[in-house]
């Protein structure tokens, strides 16, 4: 049975208070923000042991970093600063005894010979050989991208470990299957986010709370432990009135469904 983590930032309350949460939830382990809650840096080595003491008198883990960005990793404005960031953010979950760092690139350019792609592939081969160098992996965050174009994507890349961040909801608002997309990737895999979302009549799509969307939940994380995956599923809720309280029945409705 996986274990289950939940970002802290759902919360939308001060870190400590964010940990009580977590843990009242049933979660046990956390997901931090790399950019707007721990900042790489910024964090001392007493403030690290304190925070994992805290972590540890409630139960919880790092189960993982998000680098969230608003460019994508092929965008050269800004690029160098957003790849060094994203290079300090690894450190960090190092630092914290995490082993990946979800990010967005960007939506994989689908001409491997434009300027776009080229710049995309060596920026990832960069980072790979970074993730190599320091103990903690990038997972990517699908952005709308095919199951084939992933796989290739990653597979070309031989200089470090690089992963993926399975959420399932993305694939649903790109019409794709999700269980068929985790079959097809499962050897990249290395975190699950776990969200729900429906299909729209316009080729898109709108996350919703985790059982109220098109993701076969008893299909996809039985899934999981068919595929051998040992990792975190971190239950999100990126939009709503009530993120918090999606979060915390998310966490128990994965549960039942584990449990069944």
């Not at 690139?105 to 960069?126: C, H, M, T, W």
């Not at 699908?142 to 399932?168: M, N, Q, R, Y």
């Not at 008893?218 to 899934?223: A, S």
Request: aromatic share 6%.
């Amino acid at each position: 049975m996986p274990s289950l983590a939940v970002p802290t930032r759902c919360f939308e309350l001060p870190l400590k208070e964010s940990l009580r949460a977590a843990a009242a939830c049933g979660a046990r382990g956390v997901q931090f923000d790399a950019r707007s809650e721990i900042k790489p840096g910024e964090l001392t080595e007493t403030g690290r042991r304190q925070l994992l003491h805290s972590l540890s008198e409630r139960g919880l883990t790092v189960a993982s970093l998000t680098f969230p960005t608003r460019h994508s990793f092929y965008e050269e404005e800004g690029l160098d600063a957003r790849v060094a960031a994203a290079k300090r953010a690894l450190d960090l979950a190092w630092q914290l005894s995490a082993r990946v760092v979800t990010a967005r690139v960007g939506k994989i350019p689908a001409d491997q010979e434009s300027r776009n792609y080229r710049i995309l592939f060596d920026v990832l081969g960069d980072l790979a050989r970074h993730s190599n160098q320091v103990g903690a992996t990038l997972a990517i965050t699908p952005t709308h991208d095919s199951p084939a174009a992933l796989g290739e994507l990653l597979g070309s890349i031989k200089s470090g470990p690089l992963a993926i961040d399975f959420d399932p909801a993305v694939f649903v608002m790109s019409g794709h299957n999700p269980a068929d997309a985790c079959r097809r990737l499962h050897a990249a895999i290395l975190h699950f986010t776990a969200r729900d979302a429906i299909r729209d009549i316009d080729a898109g799509g709108l996350e919703v709370a985790i059982g109220r969307g098109e993701v076969e939940w008893v299909e996809v994380l039985p899934l999981l432990d068919e595929i051998g995956y040992s990792g975190w599923v971190t239950v999100d809720r990126t939009q709503g009135d009530d993120r918090a309280g999606d979060v915390a029945r998310g966490v128990q409705y994965l549960k039942n469904v584990l449990l069944t």
